[in-house]
């Protein structure tokens, strides 16, 4: 059985991300979404709740969603996963991801990183955009599932 996991922040899920996985688990097995616990993004929302919005909105057979602290690395392997996937929208985002790749791939031979490519529609959509729309008042439906548009407006009404 090959497992993949799907490392990211996820604050919040995006239908980028969603589009994603819907690919990722094209060809794997398994797919393991699994939010990072860093708190060196300092996250709106806690792990936990990011945990939680991505289980509402992705309820895809052989899609479990998890989380992690420390190394990606040696979370994969207790895993036994034998990818990380990662999306890349534009060439703006492949230095970082580039570089990411390789450093995984050095403490990790046997771990390969798989990017996904994103529709078009969704290249231009991260997180950081969503969160600022929404802490204005904005529509953020068409980039979150409904659900997520719930979620944000308590956060912003707390
Ligand atoms: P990170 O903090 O690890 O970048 P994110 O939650 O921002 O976490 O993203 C996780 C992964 O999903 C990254 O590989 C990122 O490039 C990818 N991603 C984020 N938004 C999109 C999108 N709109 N389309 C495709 N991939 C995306």
Redesign the pocket.
């Known amino acids: 059985m090959k497992k993949a996991i ?6 919040p899920v ?4 969603l ?2 996985i819907k690919r990722a688990v094209r060809l794997f097995d398994h797919v393991i979404v699994s939010v ?1 616990e860093s708190a060196a ?1 300092n996250p709106l929302f806690t792990a936990e709740e990011r945990v939680v919005m991505i289980r509402e909105v992705c309820e895809i057979d052989n899609v479990s969603v998890d989380r992690f602290k420390g190394l990606l690395v040696d979370y994969a392997t207790e895993q036994n996963a034998v990818a990380l996937i ?4 534009a060439v703006s ?1 492949f230095e970082y ?1 580039f570089q990411m790749a390789l450093v995984n791939r050095k403490l990790s031979e046997e771990l390969s990183t798989v990017f996904l ?2 529709h078009e529609q ?2 231009h ?3 950081s955009i969503v969160r600022e729309v929404a802490s204005f008042g904005g529509d953020v439906s068409p980039y979150v599932p409904p659900q997520i548009v719930q979620y944000l407006k308590e956060k912003f009404s707390e």
């Open positions: 799907y490392p990211g922040t996820f604050d995006t239908y980028g991300h589009d994603i990072a993004k990662r999306g890349l929208r985002d991801e490519m994103p969704y290249t959509l991260n997180s």
